[in-house]
């Protein structure tokens, strides 16, 4: 009889489905299978209080439900075979559990085909639909009266269209039947009609158009549209995505009028093939096609060495800036082809090093996947279904890219593992390196970690050998890392009597770099003129509207402001509300309004007026969006075009401008005030990236930072190029205080629009983690969050510190569980676990 419960129901099929939906419950629904089984591992379309969403099956089963309960059907079912593999749900769950978010949360950020299924609305009929239908039910009801007889006739002209079951397009039933939008509108709500959003088969790979300057034409008399398309074209090089050159605010018939003219012409590419001749430097050899040093020979064999070996292997590649780690990246990938293996490059913004770029496509041509934020949905589909059919087989992106469905990965390459721009500051709040490195442990690959300036984490993760550390001390052609002056801006103050921007030494260096012929770049790492306003009779400081913060001043864009509002004005830089600039304070109408703090727009006046005959650039988010005002940039940096550049971090990204001779950094130690725990490590960072800019060619390269702390030990270690050094001592603190990497850190934000419900639900909290005790579990708080309120929301928050991640991990779903009790909404409250900001 042993046999009997298979055989007595041979074609038994299972009667739900367990579904991740993308809301913020940490629980999975159960929807009745309805027509086709969906596998484990599909997306299918179901209904959720009014709305239909897009969810993930997680189970099939024939449990029955609890007394009373009653599932919905799912309403579509869109994949035949898992979308994910099994290795990226497990990823999933793993994401899912150690950042206590909801699975269905995790699932949609890993599954970016939304496009898919946004793309065209379609009208099936429903079970109500059909009754009406055969049965005329509904006949003379209240509802239906009130249409005209010629309505009434529409809707039955819709429903019989719709009678075989088959969706049809919005326009093609409106076509066939009259029906206009309100009266399909009436149908649904009346749940006549379905209305769904389904996908298009689109598989043809894109094609994009690209513009290419004629060269030998002779240029004959044209128009101020006709001039810009072809100086900007010009000023790239002769090519350029004709998407990209829309940024110039022509109309498009300018370019067709140029392409009849014989001056430009128009090739369609495959999208990705064509940048090997964009963001690239003829003068400058590719990232592949040097022969490795030493040290790089070296690195390249312990990495090589791992594959070969297979499992886990974890390297943290410790290579000063300059060291050449793009050429051992490129190298280890072209090993992985090789041996038949995929290769996964993570870097923080693409678009901020569109040299990279370049030179990856030059390196490996049709199997480069490029993934990154400024992609369309639809672009994103594409090149997820690329990868997933095996045809690109590396894949260079941003943060969510470590979801990319590679075959056969066998190697992940975190460039600047350092950078916080790997982490997600929206749910699932995860750290795209932390995720790699256990995307490689599932996968059996190996990973590199790599910087200049590695984490403390990843460091101390290096120390405790969980991760086999690779160095590379000194710069490629043994050119000397740059010398590093600091001028104490006190002293300064003391000499000149006056606050100046720049202080003598720096504006002597400037001139004499100039004079040379070299190129000079400033940090100020603030955009916008001035960013404090404040009354000098009450002492207020303009906030933004919405948030607690300082308000930046911003003169009129210039020319070079592509992305600026045009006028003058005062903008928040967290929410953008924008006002125009008082006359008096607004709080006591004074008239004593001054401006404090100098933005990079500031910079670059002054730098202007002290410097006439200079070339100079800026680069900030008002000049700089995407990778192609980026190209542009650097085109005219790499010919000298520019001779002096002004700009916040983004001139410290990885940037290999050979002219470049001496860096200036203004203001980069306001930061070590912040309220926030990694203060010193990032003006460690970013004084040694931006530093990292200088000398990288023939001639060596110098440093002057001005500092109001010129003591203190991030910038004493960082004017000495002594990364170990500055590791030992800040270590020291952090074991000390009890932060990261020596214990396991979440925070905890607390947030309502309501600053009653703010504090209210903290002391609830607050209240409870004092009554309840865990085990070696530190909780600071509640406190205001350092910004208390922002895009008008309030925001309260706690600190906790663990010394195991288990534990962590245990009190934060306990507080869940006990905020879900108390009725605290859980929308309003943000775990953060790993946070890198506490603001
Ligand atoms: N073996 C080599 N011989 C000569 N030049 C090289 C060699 N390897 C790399 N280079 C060149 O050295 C420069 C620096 O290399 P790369 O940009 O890879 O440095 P990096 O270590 O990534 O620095 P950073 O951390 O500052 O970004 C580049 O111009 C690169 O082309
Ligand atoms: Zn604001």
């Known amino acids: 009889m042993a046999n009997e419960g298979s055989g007595r129901y041979p074609e038994a099929v299972p009667l739900f489905c367990d579904v991740a939906l993308p809301v913020p419950l940490d629980q999975t629904f159960t929807y009745a299978v309805n027509g086709a089984v969906p596998t484990v591992g599909a997306r299918v379309l179901v209904p959720f209080s009014g709305q239909r969403l897009m969810g993930v099956v997680l189970r099939v089963h024939s449990d029955p439900l609890p007394e009373g309960i009653e599932a919905k059907p799912v309403q579509q079912v869109l994949d035949d075979a898992p979308l994910l593999p099994d290795e990226l749900m497990r990823l999933a769950t793993w994401i899912a559990s150690y950042y206590v978010a909801p699975l269905g949360e995790v699932l949609r950020g890993m599954l970016p085909l939304s496009a898919e299924v946004k793309r065209h609305l379609v009208y099936r009929i429903a079970e109500q639909g059909r009754k009406v239908l055969y049965e005329g039910a509904e006949k003379g009801s209240s509802r239906r009266s009130r249409l005209t007889p010629e309505e009434q006739n529409r809707e039955y002209a819709v429903l019989n269209y719709l009678e075989s079951g088959e969706p049809a397009k919005a326009s093609a039933l409106r076509s066939a039947t009259q029906a206009n939008k309100a009266l399909l509108d009436g149908m649904v709500k009346k749940k006549w009609l379905l209305r769904e959003a389904i996908a298009d088969q689109r598989d043809a790979r894109r094609l994009e158009r690209i513009a290419v300057l004629v060269p030998e034409a002779r240029l004959p008399k044209l128009n101020d549209n006709q001039t810009a398309i072809l100086a900007e074209l010009a000023a790239v090089g002769g090519r350029m995505r004709i998407s990209d050159l829309r940024a110039l605010q022509v109309p498009d018939s300018t370019l067709g009028t140029l392409v009849k003219r014989g001056l430009v012409a128009i090739e369609e590419v495959p999208e990705a093939f064509h940048m090997g001749g964009i963001g690239q430097h003829p003068s400058k ?96 589909a594409e090149q997820w279904h690329r990868i997933r059919r095996g045809e690109a087989r590396i894949v260079v992106g941003t943060r969510s890219a470590v979801f990319a469905p590679l075959v056969k990965l066998g190697l992940i390459i975190v460039d600047e593992e350092h ?8 749910t699932p709040r995860y750290h795209g390196r932390d995720v790699a490195v256990m995307r490689a442990k599932f996968n059996d690959a190996t990973i590199v970690l790599g910087s200049a300036t590695p984490s403390l984490e990843s460091w101390s993760n290096s120390e405790k050998g969980r991760y086999r550390r690779v160095e590379m001390l000194t710069r490629v052609m043994n050119r000397p890392l740059p010398e590093v002056e600091l001028v ?78 045009p006028g003058e004005r005062l903008e928040c830089h967290y929410c953008g509300f924008r006002r125009s ?40 988010r008002d000049t700089v969006r995407g990778r192609s005002d980026m190209e542009r940039l650097l085109t005219r940096l790499h010919a000298g075009e520019i001779n002096l550049l002004v700009g916040t971090q983004m001139i ?36 040694t990236q931006v530093s990292g800019r200088a000398g990288r060619g023939d001639l060596p390269g110098k440093v002057l930072v001005q500092t109001y702390h010129p003591d203190h030990y991030a910038i004493q270690f960082a004017a000495k190029h002594d990364y170990p050094a500055f590791v030992a001592k800040e270590m020291q603190y952090r074991r000390w205080m009890h932060y990261p990497p020596f214990s396991v850190l979440a925070n905890v934000l607390i947030q309502s629009d309501k600053l009653e419900e703010a504090t209210g639900w903290s002391a609830t909290l607050g209240g409870w983690f004092q009554k309840t005790s865990f085990d070696k579990v530190r909780i600071l708080g ?6 208390v309120r922002l895009k008008r929301i309030y925001r309260y928050h706690f600190v906790l510190k663990a010394e195991k991640r288990q534990t962590l991990g245990e009190v934060l779903r306990r507080m869940l569980a006990f905020a879900d009790a108390q009725g605290i909404p859980r929308r309003s409250i943000l775990v953060d676990v790993d946070a890198v900001h506490l603001m």
Do not use: W
């Open 782 to 787: 509640p406190a205001a969050a350092p910004i």
């Open 652 to 687: 410290a990204k990885g940037h290999d401008i050979h002219g470049v001779t001496l860096v200036g950094v203004v203001g980069a130690d306001h930061a070590l005030g912040l309220p926030d725990f990694r203060a010193a490590e990032r003006v460690f960072q970013l004084l």
């Open 285 to 380: 050899k590719h990232a592949h096609e040097h022969a490795l040093n030493e040290a790089q020979m070296e690195a390249l064999s312990t990495i090589a060495a791992a594959m070969a070996k297979g499992g886990f292997q974890p390297h943290l590649l410790y290579g000063v800036t300059g060291s050449g780690k793009t050429t051992v990246y490129f190298a280890a990938m072209q090993r992985a082809l090789d041996a038949g293996h995929s290769a996964l490059l993570l870097v923080p913004e693409i678009g901020l090093t569109p040299a990279m770029t370049g030179q990856l496509v030059a390196a490996f041509g049709a199997e480069v996947a490029l993934l990154h934020s400024q992609l369309t949905p639809d672009e994103r």
């Open 488 to 565: 104490d801006m006190r002293a300064e103050f003391q000499a000149t009597g006056q606050e100046n921007l720049f202080c003598r030494r720096l504006i002597e260096e400037t001139q004499a770099t100039l004079d040379r012929g070299e190129q000079a770049i400033i940090l100020l790492n603030r955009r916008g003129y001035s960013f404090v306003v404040m009354c000098r009779s009450c002492g207020e400081k303009i906030e933004c509207e919405n948030c607690a913060i300082s308000m930046t001043f911003h003169k009129p864009a210039t020319r070079t402001d592509l992305h600026a509002h």
């Open 581 to 620: 600039v008082p006359k008096l304070c607004p709080k006591c109408n004074s008239e004593h309004l001054y401006y404090l703090g100098a933005g990079s727009q500031q910079g670059e006046e002054r730098l202007q007026e002290i410097f006439p005959n200079a070339r100079i650039g800026r680069m900030d």
């Open 419 to 426: 950078d916080s721009s790997y982490k997600q500051e929206e």
